[in-house]
């Protein structure tokens, strides 16, 4: 070996410096679920709608009051203003006694003989109309003869929704020489990769929650649970009613006010992409909402609730939610169903290696989608 020139460094005879190293491994990578915690875990549902039974199919069951509106349906001629003998639609939702709106005229019901209702025109000095085929009515009122005799009406039929569970998995595999390696911030590699694997597929439920199409499967496909876009139908906000690319002050009200229309009502809560949360902060952090005293030294505010006449939304900010959804809930008609809860078995060892599996089985349940709301299109 050749000598080396004093005085020593640290750039000399490397071979025997110690690495500086943490015994500690850092994880950057989000593991966070918040939609799925807000809606109450992974089994939430299990108490929210009282399954009784375990299975891959789970059903609930769904009931409504007596609808309120109708059609006529008188045949493709119009109807002269003075016709009393009309026929609707639905035979089973008009009783003797019922006061119908249509357009502006008042209608009263003396009779119903599956479907063709008698009845008297212009009641209370309104005008008669001509009616026509499809005409829809409201029924706005009862009035019924005293000492009548009584007379049946259709009653609702029950429904069921439902949707299917999915199977999430993740191997875990090391070989044979592997445990014998020291490593810095891990005792059992094994244990420490089956571990991390759990908040890795927590983020794959949370993008079904958004993504997800429900599927029975097959031998040959597998089964998938639905998503809430494949659940809220009927209250879906987009720019064809509400002006939501802008989330201008007044959005969330008007998607809200959507499911009080509907029947549904109380407190109702919102998942939100953090750029969208932006934008409905920027919306109320002005000076048309907010004012700050000469004094004060630091600006901005959150939105945590909303208040409405219609009910209360209240936010979680969700970074992995389509920034280009924004779905409202009702949490006491939504939650998540476990099958088979989060679980580490070892496989059979096959040549020099061993292997681990981490296996879970959850469906998302969603009842009463009116009482939901979508807005879609958010740019």
């Known amino acids: 070996m050749a000598n080396v020139a004093p005085p020593y460094s640290t750039y000399v005879n490397t071979a025997e410096n110690k690495r500086v190293i943490t015994d500690y491994i850092s994880l950057l990578d989000p593991s966070d679920a918040p939609f799925v915690e807000a809606i109450g875990g992974l089994d939430g549902a299990a108490s929210k709608f009282r ?60 009779a119903n003989d599956s479907g063709a209702i008698t009845v008297t025109r212009g009641l209370g000095s309104t005008t008669a109309t001509t009616l026509a085929t499809n005409n829809t009515f409201a029924i706005v009122g009862m009035a019924r003869l005293e000492g009548d005799d009584s007379d049946p009406i259709g009653y609702t039929d029950l429904s069921t929704n439902s949707n299917y569970t999915q199977i999430f998995h993740k191997e875990v595999k090391q070989t044979g020489t592997a445990p014998y390696q020291d490593r810095w ?60 690319a802008s989330l201008a002050p007044g959005v969330i009200e008007d998607a809200v006010e959507l499911i009080y229309n509907a029947g549904g009502s109380g407190d109702f809560l919102a998942i939100v992409n953090p750029a969208t949360y932006q934008k409905i902060k920027n919306a109320y952090d002005s000076s048309s909402f907010v004012r700050y005293p000469p004094e004060q030294t630091q600006f901005g505010t959150l939105v945590d609730r909303i208040i409405t006449p219609f009910g209360n939304v209240s936010f979680v900010i969700d970074r992995w939610q389509l920034s280009t ?52 299109s958010v740019s």
């Open 51 to 110: 399954f009784t039974n375990q299975g891959t199919l789970v059903e609930w069951i769904e009931d409504t009051l007596a609808p309120l509106t109708g059609a006529l349906s008188i045949g493709t001629a119009a109807t002269v203003s003075t016709a009393t003998a009309l026929t609707v639609a639905d035979a089973n939702m008009v009783q003797p006694g019922h006061i119908l709106l249509q357009g502006s005229e008042l209608m009263w019901v003396s």
């Open 185 to 244: 911030g891990m005792g059992d590699q094994m244990q420490y990769e089956s571990a991390k694997s759990i908040p890795e597929m927590m983020r794959l439920i949370e993008r079904t929650l958004q993504y997800g199409v429900r599927s029975a499967g097959s031998t040959t496909t597998p089964r998938m649970m639905g998503g809430y876009q494949e659940f809220i139908t009927t209250n879906k906000a987009s720019g064809a009613n509400i002006s939501v």
């Open 325 to 376: 959804l924004i779905p409202i809930m009702k949490l006491d008609n939504v939650g998540m169903l476990t099958l088979r809860p989060w679980q580490v078995e070892d496989l059979a060892k096959t040549g020099d290696a061993e292997k681990k599996q981490l296996i879970g089985e959850f469906s998302f349940c969603m009842k009463l989608e009116k009482s939901h709301a979508l807005l879609t």
